[in-house]
């Protein structure tokens, strides 16, 4: 499945991969995983999303099908990486989401929100927050 038909498939689907807290955004990254980057495992589980960037050294899994790259100002992901931003006062697991496509102000997303759980859209991103991406070896 290419990023596209994953797009289409999900948009405005509730994503809940793993049937526990309802449709996270961390949902649609394993959904992701499976369905486009064909992974024959899921990386490790996490607390929060942040945990995908800041724990990558010590999950092996994720370290062996995953590159995780630490953003730095002035680079841009690739369309089909997934982007992972930090955690903030109102969200203390940070967010992932899926590159759609980018540019240097910003960050189209292909995301799910677990607060208001309204499915898979699309959103547009700053930097701000942005901790790094993840890129399939």
């Known amino acids: 499945?290419?990023?596209?038909?994953?797009?289409?498939?999900?948009?405005?689907?509730?994503?809940?991969?793993?049937g526990a807290y309802g449709a996270q955004c961390v949902d649609l990254a394993?959904?992701?995983?499976k369905d486009v980057w064909n992974l024959p495992?899921?990386?490790?589980?996490?607390?929060?999303?942040?945990?995908?960037?800041?724990?990558h050294a010590?999950?092996?899994?994720?370290?062996?099908?995953c590159e995780c790259?630490?953003?730095?100002?002035?680079?841009?992901p690739p369309a089909g990486a997934v982007v992972l931003f930090d955690a903030t006062p109102e969200n203390r697991f940070g967010h992932i989401g899926i590159c759609y496509q980018a540019d240097a102000n910003r960050i189209n997303l292909f995301e799910q929100d677990g607060f208001n759980q309204q499915g898979a859209v699309f959103k547009f991103w700053g930097y701000q927050q942005v901790v790094g991406w993840l890129?399939?070896?």
């Open 58 to 65: 010590g999950r092996p899994i994720q370290k062996q099908m």
């Open 135 to 137: 890129l399939k070896k």
């Open 41 to 55: 495992k899921q990386p490790e589980g996490v607390g929060g999303a942040k945990d995908f960037f800041y724990n």
């Open 1 to 18: 499945m290419t990023l596209q038909e994953f797009a289409d498939k999900y948009k405005g689907v509730k994503v809940d991969f793993d």
């Open 69 to 76: 790259i630490t953003f730095e100002h002035g680079m841009i």
């Open 30 to 33: 394993r959904q992701y995983f």
